[in-house]
């Protein structure tokens, strides 16, 4: 079956300390990978997204970084946090444009 | 950028009774999609309605689109208690490459 993995569920993480937040799909080959980020209360902002390993679109300029070093493992890196980059990351994936995402369970990033 | 827009913010009802949300967009699309959240969860798919579909149900779930007005609704009939989550409409926007650009979300709280 297919199954999507995200890590860690919750962080706590000073300013201007690294981020590496690892998500992995199991059950699929070369998914279309995602990574979202939501504010408080609000709707989902897509940061990245990969068709395939090592290609990367970047969404919105920001403090953050994505790299895919296999079919299935996308990665959402910063070298330096900052304040505003609090908030809850979800990954996901999918085949196509046919069919929905499967989300991952989320991380929730404080940073202090 | 912002696609959808969810309507209301947020709804409350007694079980038993029907839920209504709405969601506009503003540019052709090949599907739309809802999605619900749990507070603090992953988003989880509920249904996906094609560009060249007006109706669609799956279970106590029934979801028109009217390409038109560029709006689509999500109806969820004889509403529990269990239904209570934030829910949200995606729109895979045409020649995006299946990126999903998600609404802000309804706030669904339906009261035993």
């Known amino acids: 079956s297919q199954t999507i993995h995200q890590w860690p569920a919750t962080l706590v993480q000073p300013v201007g300390s690294p981020l590496s937040l690892e998500c992995t799909v199991e059950?699929?080959?070369?998914?279309?990978l995602y990574w979202y980020r939501q504010a408080a209360g609000r709707g989902l902002q897509l940061l990245f997204y990969?068709?395939?390993?090592?290609?990367i679109s970047s969404e919105v300029p920001q403090n953050l970084s994505a790299s895919r070093p296999q079919d299935r493992q996308f990665i959402l890196s910063s070298k330096k946090l900052l304040l505003s980059d609090s908030g809850f990351y979800l990954c996901?994936?999918?085949?196509?444009?046919?069919?929905?995402?499967?989300f991952g369970s989320g991380t929730r990033l404080t940073v202090v | 950028s912002q696609q959808g827009e969810e309507d209301p913010q947020a709804l409350s009802i007694q079980e038993g009774e029907n839920a209504t949300m709405n969601c506009s967009y503003k540019?052709?699309?090949?599907?739309l999609q809802w999605y619900r959240q749990n507070s603090g969860r992953g988003l989880v798919h509920l249904i996906l309605?094609?560009?060249?579909?007006r109706e669609k149900h799956s279970g106590r779930l029934r979801v028109t689109l009217d390409t038109s007005k560029k709006s689509s609704s999500l109806l969820i009939t004889a509403s529990r208690a269990a239904d209570t989550a934030s829910y949200f409409c995606?729109?895979?926007?045409?020649?995006?490459?299946?990126?999903?650009?998600f609404g802000q979300g309804t706030e669904l709280s339906v009261k035993p």
């Open positions: 309605i094609r560009s060249n579909e």
């Open positions: 990969s068709v395939g390993i090592g290609q």
């Open positions: 540019t052709s699309i090949n599907n």
């Open positions: 995606a729109t895979d926007v045409d020649n995006q490459g299946g990126k999903l650009i």
């Open positions: 996901a994936w999918s085949v196509g444009g046919r069919h929905g995402y499967t």
């Open positions: 059950g699929t080959s070369n998914p279309n």
